[in-house]
């Protein structure tokens, strides 16, 4: 069953109706994405060097081609396939953010669950959307019996801010694919217990 939240024009988002609500494996296609804007403008980055974590010029504008679309649709499938999370935020009927996390425990101890993917369209960051599907993703992770959320960061100081604001901190144990992925990416966690803040 799909879980449902609506927030009318004047409840933090401007014009519009925000729903917000699972996505099932039928509606993951190209033509979802048609009025998502993935753009960011990226100046400074956090990156970790020589064990200590500096703040680095590196402008560059991350956007995504087709092919990038095509390998992220392919992911999303994946994830409900094997169990996992896929969530939207939509604005009168158009996707504007969403949300994944992986259905397989890692980690030993720390119990983790990967958030795989959280991203907002340029033209809705800001307003709230970001902070919702992240703490519906750690709704789901907790019920799953997580502990932690994993998630392998940009490493763009927005980005960073937006985790830091959230509560995540530094993962005590790096995901080697992950790092080997993305190796610019900021390896973070978030301990479920502290759900309740967001």
């Known amino acids: 069953m799909k879980q449902t939240k609506e927030c009318r024009a004047g409840e933090g988002i401007g014009a519009g109706t925000l ?4 996505l099932g494996a039928e509606e993951l296609e190209r033509q979802l994405f048609a009025q998502f804007i993935r753009r960011q403008k990226v100046v400074m980055c956090r990156r970790r060097e020589n064990g200590e974590w500096v703040i680095r010029k590196d402008p560059f504008v991350d956007d995504w081609t087709e092919e ?34 992986e259905a397989t425990l890692f980690g030993g101890q720390n119990r983790y669950l990967d958030l795989s993917c959280l991203h907002v369209s340029e033209d809705m960051r800001g307003r709230g959307i970001g902070r919702a599907l992240f703490g519906a993703a750690a709704k789901w992770a907790g019920h799953k019996g997580a502990g932690k959320l994993y998630i392998s960061a940009h490493s763009a100081v927005e980005t960073q801010a937006f985790y830091q604001a ?33």
């Open 19 to 22: 729903v917000y609500r699972q």
């Open 68 to 101: 990038d679309y095509g390998i992220l649709i392919n992911c999303l499938q994946n994830t409900l396939r094997t169990g996992g999370f896929v969530y939207g935020a939509f604005v009168d009927g158009v996707l504007k953010g969403f949300t994944s996390v």
């Open 166 to 198: 959230m509560g995540c901190a530094e993962a005590q144990e790096y995901n080697q694919e992950h790092v080997e992925k993305e190796p610019y990416d900021c390896q973070l966690e978030y301990r479920l217990e502290d759900s309740g803040r967001i």
